[in-house]
């Protein structure tokens, strides 16, 4: 049987099914268990080295978050990323990350510019390194750091429960050829116009990155079933 995943740290704080869903979940947007993987619970047990229970409670956190489908009487399998799917995020998204680019710009303060500033020399430097994890890390932290500067908690909740869906989107998104520098530039401009204190252009920074950010997806996604049906070809001959 092939090993896919690395076994559970056994001595991790965290609660083992947290960490069980954390490792499935890395799993999924890393592209190791891909859309369409069929989820066999005493394969996954077997290869993180826990029993099913953690696997099974990881299971359907995860079908919540949209990770993961069960069909029944035929398993349980990655959920695949549908066009649809993405456009439904991505509209609300949008209208969401322009509304709170909006507001910052209006409700920022000056710890928290400084905190957007030095959040954007860290990415500037990690992308420079090609580091997509901390890439990720440092995205997901800015993105934080506008909404709180928001000042609107309800705005807040809403994006956190999208949180999810959209970090799935993230990784795929960014290692399309020319994004990460694309998406530093972008979130310059979001930022310079936040300091400025100007919130339309505030707004149009942000729809126009999260406009940006959807197409890149999009074109990842029609390249990786490209891929996937040459090689599905290829296997054939």
Partial sequence: MERRLAPINLDSYQPLRESVCE??????????????D????????DELGVSRTPVREAIRKLELEGYIITMPRRGTYVANLSIRDVNEVFEIRTSLDALAGELAAERITDEELEALQRLL???????EEGDMDKIVETDVKFHDVLYQASRNSRLVGIISN???QLTRFRTTS???PGRLKATLEEH???VEAIAQG???SARSAAEY?????????????????QRDAANQQNSCE
């Fill in 188 to 190: 310059r401009a979001l």
């Fill in 162 to 164: 999208l949180r999810e």
């Fill in 23 to 36: 490792s499935l979940r890395d799993a999924i947007r890393k592209g190791i268990l891909r859309p369409g």
């Fill in 121 to 127: 020399v860290k990415l500037g430097h990690y992308v």
């Fill in 38 to 45: 069929r989820l066999m619970e005493i394969q996954l047990a």
């Fill in 198 to 200: 100007d919130a339309a």
């Fill in 209 to 225: 990155h999260m406009e940006k950010s959807e197409q890149t997806l999009l074109k990842s996604m029609e390249l990786m079933k």
């Fill in 174 to 176: 960014m290692s399309f």
